[in-house]
C-alpha cells in the first residue's frame, strides 16, 4: 500500500520529468533544423554570389581581352578608334560595375617628353605625366573611355608610380596573362565617401612596336555585382 502511495505521489513528476525532457529535445531538434536549414540557405546563397562574381570577373577579361586585341592588330589606334571600340563594348550586356578601360604604354625615361609633346599636337590640352619626377620608367594613362566627367582626371596619370599597381602591372607583364590589383582608391573617384575598386592589367605588343602596353579596365567595389 506505502508504494503504491509512492508511486502515486511520484508519478506527476514522472511525467513532468518525461515532459521537459521531451519538450527540450523537440526544442534541440527544431534549432538543429532551423540552424541546418540557415546555413543551407546561406550557403546557395554563397555559391549564387560567387557565380555571379566570377560571371562577372569573366565579362571583364573578355572586355580587356578584346582591348588587346584591337591595339595588336592595328598598326596604329588613335584616341577616336579606341573610345569608339571601348563605347561599343560597354554598351553590351556584363559591362555594369566597369568604371572605364585605359590605354598605357610603357615608356623610358627619355621618352616621356616626346609622349606628353605628342599627346598636346593631338589636343589633349593640359596633358602631364602624374604624378612628376624621376623615374626610369612610365606607364601613363593615355586613352581612356568613356571618355567624361572624372574619366578624364585619370589621363596622365602613371599608374607605374604606385607599388600596388605596378606589381600587378608586372606580374601582367611577367605572365602575358590578366592580373588584378588588390583593393586600391581609384583615381578620379569624387564620391561620397571613400570608395575602393581594383583595376584589371593585360599586356599586349603591336606588330610594328615592339614596347609593351597595357590594356586596363577599374571597377568599383562599391557597384552591384
Given at each position: 500500500?506505502?508504494?503504491?502511495?509512492?508511486?502515486?505521489?511520484?508519478?506527476?513528476i514522472?511525467?513532468?520529468?518525461?515532459?521537459?525532457?521531451?519538450t527540450?529535445?523537440?526544442?534541440?531538434h527544431?534549432?538543429?533544423?532551423?540552424?541546418?536549414?540557415?546555413?543551407?540557405s546561406?550557403d546557395?546563397?554563397?555559391?549564387?554570389?560567387?557565380?555571379?562574381i566570377e560571371q562577372?570577373?569573366?565579362?571583364?577579361?573578355?572586355?580587356?581581352?578584346g582591348?588587346?586585341?584591337l591595339?595588336?592588330?592595328?598598326?596604329r589606334?588613335?584616341?577616336?578608334?579606341?573610345?569608339t571600340?571601348v563605347?561599343?563594348?560597354?554598351a553590351?550586356?556584363?559591362?555594369?560595375?566597369?568604371q572605364?578601360?585605359?590605354?598605357?604604354?610603357?615608356?623610358?625615361?627619355?621618352?616621356?617628353?616626346?609622349?606628353?609633346?605628342?599627346?598636346?599636337?593631338?589636343?589633349?590640352?593640359g596633358?602631364?605625366?602624374?604624378?612628376?619626377g624621376?623615374?626610369?620608367e612610365?606607364a601613363?594613362?593615355?586613352?581612356i573611355a568613356?571618355?567624361?566627367?572624372?574619366?578624364?582626371?585619370?589621363?596622365g596619370y602613371?599608374?607605374?608610380?604606385?607599388?600596388?599597381?605596378?606589381?600587378?602591372?608586372?606580374r601582367?607583364?611577367?605572365?602575358?596573362?590578366i592580373?588584378?590589383?588588390?583593393?586600391?582608391?581609384?583615381?578620379?573617384?569624387n564620391?561620397?565617401?571613400?570608395?575602393?575598386?581594383?583595376?584589371?592589367?593585360l599586356?599586349t605588343?603591336?606588330?610594328?612596336?615592339?614596347?609593351?602596353?597595357?590594356?586596363?579596365?577599374?571597377?568599383l567595389?562599391?557597384s552591384?555585382?
Open positions: 500500500m506505502k508504494l503504491k502511495r509512492s508511486f502515486a505521489s511520484l508519478l506527476p514522472l511525467v513532468g520529468v518525461v515532459s521537459l525532457g521531451l527540450l529535445w523537440l526544442w534541440t527544431e534549432r538543429q533544423t532551423e540552424e541546418a536549414n540557415l546555413r543551407a546561406f546557395f546563397a554563397l555559391r549564387q554570389a560567387t557565380s555571379r562577372r570577373m569573366a565579362g571583364y577579361e573578355q572586355m580587356v581581352r582591348t588587346q586585341g591595339l595588336a592588330a592595328s598598326d589606334v588613335d584616341r577616336q578608334r579606341f573610345s571600340y563605347d561599343a563594348l560597354l553590351g550586356p556584363g559591362a555594369d560595375g566597369l572605364a578601360l585605359v590605354y598605357a604604354p610603357l615608356l623610358k625615361a627619355d621618352g616621356a617628353a616626346a609622349h606628353v609633346d605628342a599627346q598636346h599636337a593631338a589636343g589633349v590640352a596633358y602631364a605625366i602624374r604624378p612628376p624621376a623615374r626610369a612610365f601613363p594613362a593615355t586613352y568613356p571618355a567624361i566627367g572624372n574619366h578624364l582626371k585619370v589621363l602613371d599608374p607605374f608610380s604606385d607599388l600596388v599597381r605596378r606589381n600587378a602591372m608586372l601582367a607583364r611577367d605572365s602575358g596573362g592580373a588584378i590589383t588588390d583593393k586600391i582608391r581609384m583615381i578620379g573617384d564620391g561620397p565617401g571613400p570608395r575602393s575598386g581594383f583595376l584589371m592589367f599586356p605588343r603591336s606588330r610594328l612596336d615592339a614596347r609593351i602596353w597595357w590594356a586596363g579596365c577599374g571597377r567595389s562599391g552591384p555585382t
